[in-house]
Nanobody
C-alpha cells in the first residue's frame, strides 16, 4: 500500500508562487509514476501534472503550462509541484497520486482512473 502525504498548501496572493510536496512510502518510489490533480469547490477533479519514474518525462495541463514545473527526488521519495504567477482560478485542493502502470511513465497519464493511490490533499487558496 502506497501512502502519499502532501504538504505546502496555504493562502497565497495572486501573482505569487507556491511549491507543493508529496512524500511517498510503502513501495519503491522508482516503481511509481506520479501525478498532481486539483479539485476546486463544486468542480470535478482535474489533471495538473505528471512525471515518469525517472523524472525525465513530465507532462503539464494547459492551465498551468508555462508557469509550472513538476519534479521528483527519487532518493528522498518525494515529488514536487511548483506553480508561479498564481491566479485565483488555481484555488483548489491539490492531490498527489501514484501509479505503477508502465505506460504512464513514458506517455503520461491524465485520467483519475489511471492512478491507484491518492493523498488526502492540501488546500491552496489564491487571493485576488
Amino acid at each position: 500500500q502506497v501512502l502519499l502525504v502532501e504538504s505546502g498548501g496555504g493562502l497565497e496572493p495572486a501573482g505569487g508562487s507556491l511549491r507543493l510536496s508529496c512524500a511517498a512510502s510503502g513501495r519503491a518510489f522508482t516503481d511509481l509514476s506520479m501525478g498532481w490533480f486539483r479539485q476546486a469547490l463544486g468542480e470535478g477533479r482535474e489533471f495538473v501534472a505528471a512525471i515518469g519514474r525517472s523524472g525525465s518525462t513530465t507532462f503539464l495541463a494547459d492551465s498551468v503550462k508555462g508557469r509550472s514545473t513538476i519534479s521528483r527526488d527519487n532518493a528522498g521519495n518525494t515529488v514536487a509541484l511548483q506553480i508561479n504567477s498564481l491566479r485565483p482560478e488555481d484555488t483548489a485542493v491539490y492531490y498527489c497520486a501514484a501509479t505503477d502502470a508502465e505506460h504512464c511513465s513514458n506517455y503520461g497519464c491524465y485520467r483519475i482512473a489511471d492512478y491507484r493511490n491518492w493523498g488526502q490533499g492540501t488546500r491552496v487558496t489564491v487571493s485576488s
